[in-house]
T-cell receptor, first 113, second 113 residues
Framework: NAGVTQTPKFQVLKTGQSMTLQCAQD?????MSWYRQDPGMGLRLIHY???????DQGEVPNGYNVSRSTTEDFPLRLLSAAPSQTSVYFC????????????FGPGTRLLVL | GENVEQHPSTLSVQEGDSAVIKCTYS??????FPWYKQELGKGPQLIID?????GEKKDQRIAVTLNKTAKHFSLHITETQPEDSAVYFC????????????FGKGTTLSVSS
């Protein structure tokens, strides 16, 4: 079991560029989530999904899109990157009967210039 | 909605000492309280959790206690070692729409030898 994997590990973007952060899990978990982590702010939920084809917004969704076409994958899209999106992004997954028991990936560090 | 306060924000101890991190929560309906350890450059890793029908749980040098009446829970690490140095996050389950967990802002633990 690889658990939750994320790519890339690190990315530099220019303002206005777009990119997709990849997340995959091999635990057959129904729930998947995206968080951002900023100094002093803890972990804040961006978007989440309760199953394939179902997504919804979290606490800080603006500037991000998600889709969930398969159980395994949950990509996060930045359509037009802004410096305020410089952060470390974590993907997490959890089983449907225990959505609160979340397992995190290693993270993607994003720098927007 | 649920709010989780975590103290202290930084904690420095000598190797072999004990370390205690405390969290309080606001939603009396919360019933699951995990603790995560995040090492530098890595994702948060679930290290121990407790449910509201239990007052204490122990796993080797790590223990968590829960006081439902006072709405606080604590992480206790005994016989600390340098490899315990990391950021520790507490969290509480929530029934708020959009998220399953609310996180504290983290405690940076430094263990010096």
């Amino acid at each position: 079991n690889a658990g939750v994997t994320q790519t890339p590990k690190f990315q530099v973007l220019k303002t206005g560029q777009s990119m997709t952060l990849q997340c995959a899990q091999d635990m057959n978990h129904e729930y998947m989530s995206w968080y951002r982590q900023d100094p002093g702010m803890g972990l804040r939920l961006i978007h989440y999904s309760v199953g394939a084809g179902i997504t919804d917004q979290g606490e800080v969704p603006n500037g991000y899109n998600v889709s969930r076409s398969t159980t395994e994958d949950f990509p996060l899209r930045l359509l037009s990157a802004a410096p305020s999106q410089t952060s470390v992004y974590f993907c997490a997954s959890s089983p449907g009967d225990r959505p609160e028991t979340q397992y995190f990936g290693p993270g993607t560090r994003l720098l927007v210039l | 909605g649920e709010n989780v306060e975590q103290h202290p924000s930084t904690l420095s101890v000598q190797e072999g000492d004990s370390a205690v991190i405390k969290c309080t929560y606001s939603d009396s309906a919360s019933n699951y309280f995990p603790w995560y350890k995040q090492e530098l450059g890595k994702g948060p890793q679930l290290i121990i959790d407790i449910r509201s029908n239990v007052g204490e749980k122990k796993d080797q040098r790590i223990a968590v206690t829960l006081n439902k009446t006072a709405k606080h829970f604590s992480l206790h690490i005994t016989e600390t070692q340098p490899e315990d140095s990391a950021v520790y996050f507490c969290a509480a389950s929530t029934h708020q729409a959009g998220t399953a967990l609310i996180f504290g802002k983290g405690t940076t633990l430094s263990v010096s030898s």
